[in-house]
């Protein structure tokens, strides 16, 4: 999951941002595989306000954990 931060990262600041709220929605994943849920859960939380593609899955999985 570590390596796969960076990978998100790059898509989340690169200046064409088509997959931005992708990169989140898994750099989120990553991060609470990784136990770092307070991150994530931001990460997943912003999401789910911005809405767009992944605001209700993000939204689901913040009722869940």
């Avoid at 898994?26 to 605001?55: C, D, P, R, T, V």
């Amino acid at each position: 999951p570590e390596r796969a931060l960076q990978y998100f990262d790059n898509l989340i600041h690169n200046a064409v941002n088509t997959f931005r709220q992708e990169g989140q929605f898994y750099k989120a994943m990553s991060l609470i595989a990784m136990n770092k849920h307070g991150q994530g859960n931001g990460l997943l939380l912003q999401i789910s306000e911005e809405g767009g593609f992944y605001a209700q899955q993000a939204k689901e999985l913040l009722d869940n954990l």
